[in-house]
């Protein structure tokens, strides 16, 4: 299994860029994901990294450090509707199923 | 529309009655999940099927059931549903490809009295 953290929750101002950091332990690695998870809805995909560095999709990026058991995302030109709770989930490998760590509940701010 | 349904979408019942949360989708995908989802502990895995009449424990499986008859139809069976399966729970399908990324239901947000 897995042994996945992240931040609880972060603030950041509109406009302006965030972090959220993800580091993980497993046995076998297969692939780190990211969801974006808005209060009461469904969790939807933002980002998959299999091998170390960093994929871009607009204003977000992913990065990944498999030798460090390290992910962040990154959100640049922050926006209102960007508040947000942020799940990392890990896959191990010869597994299909990821698991989910806890989320960071994003507060954008005026 | 590529989308997984589930129902009810809310559901106030008490303890001990039997019921069913349905989730259907129709995207062709093998994999179908459920999920809970608890504040301060994320979302966690109760039951998943790889294929039509394959399923297996998650996480957190005592108190539910599942079967899948059809590659669409992946239902959550609470047989004698209690108060600590008070939560809000999320059907999930996927292809097995590469990426593998979850499709989602909208939710089904329950209260066992």
């Known amino acids: 299994g897995q042994n996945i953290d992240q931040p609880t929750e972060m603030t950041a101002t509109e406009g302006a860029i965030v972090q959220i950091n993800c580091t993980y332990q497993?046995?076998?690695?297969?692939?780190l994901f990211w969801y974006q998870q808005h209060a009461g809805e469904a969790p939807t995909f933002l980002s998959y990294?299999?091998?170390?560095g960093l994929e871009e999709k607009g204003r977000f990026s992913s990065f990944l450090s498999r030798s460090k058991g390290y992910s962040y995302l990154l959100l640049k030109e922050l926006q209102m509707k960007d508040s947000a709770s942020y799940l990392c989930a890990v896959r191990d490998k010869g597994s299909y199923i990821p698991t989910f760590g806890r989320g960071t509940s994003l507060i954008v701010h005026p | 529309e590529a989308q997984v349904t589930q129902n009810p979408r809310y559901l106030i019942t008490v303890t001990g009655k039997k019921l069913t949360v349905t989730c259907s989708q129709n995207?062709?995908?093998?994999?179908m999940s459920w999920y809970r989802q608890d504040p301060g502990l994320g979302l966690r895995q109760i039951y998943y099927?790889?294929?039509?009449?394959?399923?297996d424990k998650g996480d957190v499986p005592e108190g539910y059931k599942v079967s899948r008859k059809e590659k669409r139809n992946f239902p959550l069976i609470l047989e004698s549903p209690s108060p600590n399966q008070t939560s809000l729970y999320f059907c999930a399908s996927s292809l097995f490809r590469i990426t593998g990324e979850l499709f989602f239901g909208e939710g089904s947000r329950l209260t066992v009295l």
């Open positions: 497993t046995s076998g690695f297969n692939g």
């Open positions: 995207m062709n995908h093998e994999y």
């Open positions: 099927s790889m294929n039509v009449e394959v399923t």
């Open positions: 990294n299999v091998l170390d």
